[in-house]
């Protein structure tokens, strides 16, 4: 997200179909009083997410975050002070992309991603690995360095370094990223990826189980958008998804979770029934799910402040209130606090852009860090959730062999699972590059 291109045009446009829908507004009237009422200590989203079980949390840029100010409990920032308060845990935007961490194919930079992690122990807040394979984000060598002979190992040495530097103090990593997309044609709903071209359809397998090697400790998680609505192209996207899950499952990959990345429009449609399947169906199998990056797009709100904050605290009332109810949905996170350093107000992309020229309202606090209505409803989303389960995937509700039985799909690996990587050493593969002192 932020400078990357991560999301592209088609990305936000509403797509046709019979879909779920909800009003997606209410007066300013209806606007929740608890908004208006304290937001700190117990009347925190962290202290409400906490009494329920469930992790709150937020992307954050961590160049921004004061941390010396908290470590000596003196801090002034009103940016991290905010995330201080609400989140009990955080991810980092792109601290912890391969542009970030690799400047050259031979070292590594970790200032920016140590810094969220020391933030995060002064904190006591959890943190999300984001992310160890993806398409996009990758550094400028990438192109003209990788290639059939030494994409597996450089991707294997990036895993192994990245979280093997952070073993046993990350909540979950988003090892895969993005891999499906049934536009590209393939009979297995693969993305046509460079991962892809230079490694082979068991890059994920190899992903997995490198990571499960560095860090046994952290949730591999499978991160994905559009997979939301009950459109068309959506359900497409969502049942290809769950083919690869299940091919994972059958051949003995090490998953954990999934992620739905959850950046929805204020307007339009809405998701409904097929996501909360979808959910169950990952729970049968043993996984849990996270919301991962949830945002909402105003764009094609009409009316000022008022009409887009009636509108985003719907989306995140309603979407919020019907994932949370499912036992194994355990963690919910917004892409950025505040609209302050929202993506969609940094973007220049024509679907970022507002046609009254407007800054979006996406987020729970707004430019000055103040509570919007979305910060009422996430609460009361937290407040009125199940549950989680005591041991969140620990045990699939059904027989394991009729979900995991292997079954052939043209284009994707052979029966037998890839050869786990060599066992996690403790000394990186690349060095890190010198130190560049405080950020």
């Known amino acids: 997200m932020g400078r990357w291109t991560r999301r592209q045009l088609g990305r936000f446009a509403l797509t046709a179909g019979a879909v779920a829908t909800v009003p997606y507004w209410a007066s300013a009237a209806q606007i929740d009083a608890s908004t208006r009422q304290g937001v700190s200590g117990p009347d925190s989203l962290r202290a409400h997410a906490t009494a329920r079980g469930l992790l709150y949390g937020a992307a954050v840029n961590p160049a921004l975050l004061d941390v010396d100010g908290v470590a000596a409990g003196n801090t002034a920032d009103g940016y991290t002070q905010l995330v201080q308060r609400q989140a009990n845990i955080l991810v980092a935007e792109n601290a912890m992309k391969w542009a970030a961490l690799r400047p050259t194919a031979q070292s590594f930079d970790f200032a920016l991603a140590d810094r969220l992690m020391r933030f995060a122990e002064l904190t006591g807040d959890r943190v999300r690995g984001h992310n160890l394979c993806w398409h996009e984000a990758l550094p400028a060598w990438f192109a003209a360095t990788a290639?059939?002979?030494?994409?597996?190992?450089?991707?294997?040495?990036?895993?192994?370094?990245?979280?093997?530097?952070?073993?046993?103090?990350?909540?979950?990593?988003?090892?895969?990223?993005?891999?499906?997309?049934?536009?590209?044609?393939?009979?297995?709903?693969?993305?046509?990826?460079?991962?892809?071209?230079?490694?082979?359809?068991?890059?994920i397998e190899v992903a997995f189980q490198t990571a499960a090697s560095a860090d046994p400790a952290a949730k591999l998680t499978y991160n994905e958008y559009g997979i939301e609505l009950d459109t068309p192209e959506q359900i497409q996207k969502r049942g290809q998804l769950m083919v690869l899950l299940r091919r994972l499952k059958a051949r003995g990959i090490p998953i954990q979770a999934v992620g739905v990345q959850s950046h929805l429009q204020a307007d339009g449609p809405q998701p409904g029934g097929g996501l909360v399947e979808f959910v169950r169906q990952a729970g049968k199998m043993g996984l849990e799910v996270f919301v991962t990056e949830m945002d909402v797009n105003t764009r094609g709100v009409e009316g000022g402040p008022e009409a887009q904050d009636a509108a985003v605290a719907q989306v995140y009332r309603n979407y919020l209130g019907m994932m949370l109810a499912e036992p194994n949905v355990s963690v919910a996170l917004t892409w950025g606090i505040t609209s302050a350093h929202s993506w969609l107000n940094e973007s220049k992309q024509p679907w970022a852009k507002r046609p009254d020229g407007a800054r979006q309202r996406p987020l729970p606090f707004d430019d000055d860090m103040k509570p919007t209505p979305a910060f009422a409803a996430i609460r009361e989303a937290i407040d009125t959730s199940r549950s989680p389960a005591a041991t969140p995937g620990a045990t699939p509700a059904v027989d394991p062999n009729s979900l995991y039985k292997p079954f052939p799909v043209e284009g994707s690996p052979g029966s037998e699972p890839v050869p786990p990587p060599p066992p996690f050493t403790t000394h990186p593969a690349i060095p890190a590059a010198p130190p560049k002192g405080p950020s």
Do not use: C
Request: net charge negative.
């Open 147 to 203: 290639n059939k002979d030494n994409a597996r190992k450089l991707l294997v040495e990036h895993i192994q370094t990245v979280a093997g530097r952070y073993r046993g103090q990350v909540h979950s990593w988003d090892v895969v990223n993005e891999a499906v997309n049934p536009t590209d044609g393939r009979a297995d709903g693969l993305r046509n990826s460079p991962w892809l071209e230079l490694v082979g359809p068991d890059y």
